[in-house]
């Protein structure tokens, strides 16, 4: 009912707002003295609300988040459960002509009844911004709070991909728009919709000196920029508060007259882990930028060099190169752009667009969740990422295009990689289709789950995988079992090297073969006119595998460790100028080859309430996951600045090996956003 009279609400022609209509609300009277001129005050209000239900589930044993009996099948809540405000109130002003401050306050209310849980507190912190403007050039300076800071891909970078996601979930920083279905036609448009400063750069908190219109020669001109603070992975209290840990970095451009640009950057990170100073780790990269063109095919990219060093490990050093060609349709039928990659396991920075697969001290990604300290979510290893995402200790290529027929937008392509040393012998990938929804289960947790398997980041779940046996029979090929639970004595396995050796613990622990990774994308989008009204269409289709020899397509078959296929299906049809009908459908299967461990242990050994039999047989099979989606919506936009959005969406994700795993359930969230 409720739902219904909010549609009513938004579909009737005689129920329109204006400023006239507004009757501003105000607990003091109005100041008898002149307004100050050079503060400006501005924010957002965000409600949102959820109702989340269960059909089948687990233990669900998290006091933080759920009270009572567990599996509790009904939440209603308010909020999102990560730092992000309800309501934020932005204060700028001005010292002086050449000096500015800035500073926003967060509020939350989780709306239970009591004020002990309200909170107001600093969102980004307190800001101070000089601008000096001189014949040299523009100089500019910032100190305090946070900022949100990028430099380049391989030092300071929040990778965003090839920007091909689904539209159905809004993030909390999505802005609105002028018109209801402008997030829909701009995605058709341009293949990305607007987003606020966060996106695509790192939160930094400290000084920031940068400079422009710098005159050079030959009608060239320099631009600068500098930061001395803390990223976001810069202000973990491992030893106590104060402690030596903080990051620097410079870049320094060169725009030619001819359009093309060189850059130098540096960025290192050095952090204390002792109260003395003796016990640290630190590492750096140093990195030219390119861009310029050669008979029309534009050439880009960063080359360089990182390191790596701890009171444990000397000073390591390896290459880092990113090089991508664009190839007009001049010279193809359609452009694409190639990429090259490649970059050592001695070149380390988890602040750039690359992930980190080789130094393990280096995965205590530091996140901050609303009222709780820091806690460890970042997966190592051997990463099975999508196109567009980098790793360390990774060397490979990818072939990108995007052209269009008539009405219909085709964007995709594929990649290959190889890893350039032998570390480790596990894997790890994140659910796309269903990861929202099982994020949400429990907030920045490692090991939860049924057979402890899930880990939630922001808005995201990703499992390992580990390989539990790679065994050779005498003639060198591998065994049929498989597990190296099932060797005897006259079983050797290759020791790393090519050479087979008898089989031995030391050795079993040692990874035992080389990985490769292929990835893939297919975005189809498709405009039309239904009943006079624009219905928008979205395909996007991901097929990631990994496996242990070379191939340029991803593997079809169960010689890859890992398959992992998703497809999520969108449709956004304009219903009137100031209401969205949005749906989704979407699908996941995950399949493991039978050298992933398999199901072999009770999850539950002392509880069989859980859907689980008394008498519990592991079926001894990898991982045969199947997830699906399915969900509808409406964006309303209320009044110029305020917008309603309404969600409704059921889902399932079940293993079909693994019996404990088995998760139904549905949720309605309603969202109020104002601008002010």
């Known amino acids: 009912m409720f739902l219904l009279s909010i549609l009513i609400f938004a579909f009737c022609p005689f129920i329109t707002f204006s400023q006239s209509d507004i009757i501003p609300f105000q607990s003091t009277p109005e100041t008898v003295k002149d307004p ?3 503060i400006r005050m501005g924010g957002y209000f965000r409600f949102l609300g959820y109702v989340r239900n269960f059909q089948e589930m687990y233990d669900l044993d998290i006091p933080s988040y759920y009270q009572g009996e567990y599996p509790q099948s009904t939440t209603i809540g308010i909020g999102t459960g990560y730092r992000e405000p309800m309501m934020m109130l932005s204060i700028a002003g001005k010292a002086s002509k050449d000096v500015s401050f800035g500073t926003d306050l967060m509020l939350n209310s989780p709306f239970n009844g009591s004020f002990d849980n309200n909170s107001i507190a600093m969102y980004l912190g307190s800001n101070v911004y000089s601008t000096i403007n001189s014949d040299i050039g523009r100089f500019s300076l910032h100190a305090g709070g946070i900022k949100w800071y990028r430099q380049s891909k391989l030092t300071a970078w929040a990778e965003e991909g090839y920007l091909r996601y689904s539209l159905f979930e809004r993030a909390p920083y999505d802005p609105l728009s002028k018109q209801a279905s402008d997030r829909y036609s701009e995605y058709y448009a341009k293949g990305s919709i607007s987003q606020d400063l966060r996106f695509g750069n790192i939160a930094f908190q400290g000084i920031t000196l940068s400079g422009s219109g710098i005159k050079g020669p030959n009608s060239s001109m320099f631009s600068f920029q500098s930061i001395l603070g803390k990223t976001q992975n810069n202000i973990g209290e491992l030893v106590s508060f104060g402690k030596d840990d903080y990051a620097t970095g410079i870049r320094i451009n060169n ?10 950057n540096y960025f290192s990170s050095l952090t204390a882990t002792d109260s003395v100073k003796n016990n640290y780790r630190q590492f750096a990269v140093n990195s030219v930028e390119f ?10 990219g960063e080359a360089g060099f990182g390191s790596y060093e701890s009171h444990l490990i000397e000073k390591q050093t390896g290459e880092l ?19 090259y990659s490649k970059i050592a396991p001695e070149a380390v920075n988890v602040n750039s667009s690359f992930q980190n697969t080789s130094v393990v001290d280096l995965v205590n990604t530091t996140v901050i969740e609303e009222g709780a300290d820091a806690t460890v979510l970042s997966s190592f290893g051997g990463p099975i990422n999508g196109l567009g995402y980098l790793a360390n200790n990774r ?15 085709i964007s995709g392509g594929f990649g290959f990689y ?3 040393e032998r570390i480790n012998s596990n894997f790890s990938y ?20 049924p057979y402890g398997q899930f880990n939630s980041y922001y808005r995201g779940v990703f499992e390992n995988v580990e390989i539990t046996g790679y065994v050779y029979d005498e ?7 498989g597990y190296i639970e099932f060797v005897t004595d006259s079983i050797v396995i290759n020791d790393g090297n090519g050479n087979l050796v008898p089989y031995n613990d030391t050795i079993a622990r040692n990874p035992l073969f080389d990985k490769y990774y292929c990835s893939s994308d297919l975005q189809l989008k498709y405009k039309t006119r239904l009943f006079s009204k624009n219905l928008f269409l979205f395909s996007l289709t991901n097929y990631n595998t990994a496996q242990d020899f070379f191939s340029i397509l991803p593997v079809m078959n169960s010689t890859a460790f890992i398959r992992h296929f998703n497809q999520q299906f969108d449709a956004c049809y304009e219903l009137t100028n100031r209401t969205t009908l949005v749906l989704k459908y979407g699908i996941e299967r995950v399949i493991g080859n039978k050298f992933t461990n398999v199901d072999d242990t009770d999850p539950y050994p002392n509880d069989i309430t859980w859907g689980v039999s008394e008498d519990y047989i592991p079926s001894y099979k990898p991982r045969d996951q199947f997830g699906n989606f399915i969900g509808f919506g409406f964006d309303i936009k209320l009044n110029e600045g305020a917008y309603l959005f309404l969600r409704h969406a059921a889902f399932h994700f079940y293993d079909k090996n693994f019996e404990a795993t088995n998760i139904k359930g549905s949720e309605s969230t309603i969202e109020l956003k104002i601008n002010f």
């Open 430 to 449: 994140s659910h796309n289709t269903n990861g929202l929804m099982l994020s949400r289960i429990s907030y920045f947790s490692s090991g939860y789950g």
């Open 291 to 300: 861009n310029f063109k050669i008979n029309k095919i534009r050439l880009t």
């Open 36 to 38: 100050i001129a050079n």
């Open 321 to 339: 190169l990113v090089v991508n060609f664009d190839i007009p349709k001049e010279y193809s039928i359609i452009p694409f752009k190639l990429q």
């Open 418 to 420: 190889s890893e350039l």
């Open 255 to 264: 725009d030619l007259s001819n359009g093309s640009n060189f850059a130098f």
């Open 395 to 409: 060397e490979g290529f990818s072939l990108n295009t995007e052209f269009s027929i008539g009405d219909l937008f």
């Open 475 to 481: 003639d060198g090929t591998k065994s049929s079992s």
